[in-house]
């Protein structure tokens, strides 16, 4: 009688066999058309450009190196749900981490997902604040405040990273809400995005919205 586990892997290795059978296709054509190239008669016989083929046989095979394997993804199952190796266990568990991508996708396209890695940079800065008026951070930084900004309207330009134009952006959105709320940010701390700052990004989006 066969063991359960080698038919559970039998199952979730599907896809390289496929692969495998797809590389082991192409390499026959390519072999076969440079064969019949050989054998034909007549002076404007040319040899078989198999440049394409040995391109898709390179495709496959990365994607063959690529695939997870029942042991790997058992491993992935065990660790992130603590589950037992078995095929209904291990299909439940592959949905999970599809679900819980799209999700995560979702996500990253909510304004919220923004402010919180905003807030995480904030936290972890000694003086929990950005200075936007020196080179002193990284570019996923000025680029995370540019999305930030431009989700409240105030940034157009692209989505660079580029210190002067989250600068400029920062400068306008702090001018624009002393307009509203006389001193509401000292011009000292013009170019400086602190907490003060974020909550004042956070009730601009909420209040057009």
Do not use: W
């Amino acid at each position: 009688m066969p063991d359960k586990k080698e038919d559970s892997s039998a199952k979730i290795n599907f896809k390289q066999a496929i692969i495998v059978a797809l590389i082991t296709s192409v390499t026959t054509i390519v072999v076969t058309l440079i064969s019949t190239s050989g054998n034909s008669s007549g002076k404007n016989s040319n040899p078989v450009d198999c440049s394409k083929f040995e391109e898709k046989i390179e495709e496959l095979e990365v994607e063959l190196d690529l695939s997870v394997s029942a042991e790997n993804f058992s491993d992935i199952s065990n660790k992130f749900f603590g589950m037992a190796d078995s095929a209904p266990i291990l299909k439940d568990s592959l949905r999970k981490i599809v679900d819980l991508a799209e999700d995560h996708l979702a996500d990253k396209k909510h304004y919220a997902y923004n402010l919180f890695l905003l807030k995480k940079v904030l936290i972890n800065k000694p003086r929990r604040n950005i200075n936007t008026r020196i080179e002193d951070d990284e570019i996923s930084t000025y680029t995370l405040i540019q999305k930030t900004l431009k989700n409240i309207g105030f940034y157009s330009g692209p989505v660079s990273g580029k210190r002067i134009d989250t600068y400029i952006a920062l400068k306008g959105f702090q001018e624009t809400r002393n307009e509203a709320t006389e001193n509401y940010f000292e011009e000292s701390n013009f170019g400086l995005l602190g907490n003060k700052t974020y909550i004042a990004i956070m009730e601009e989006y909420e209040r057009n919205n």
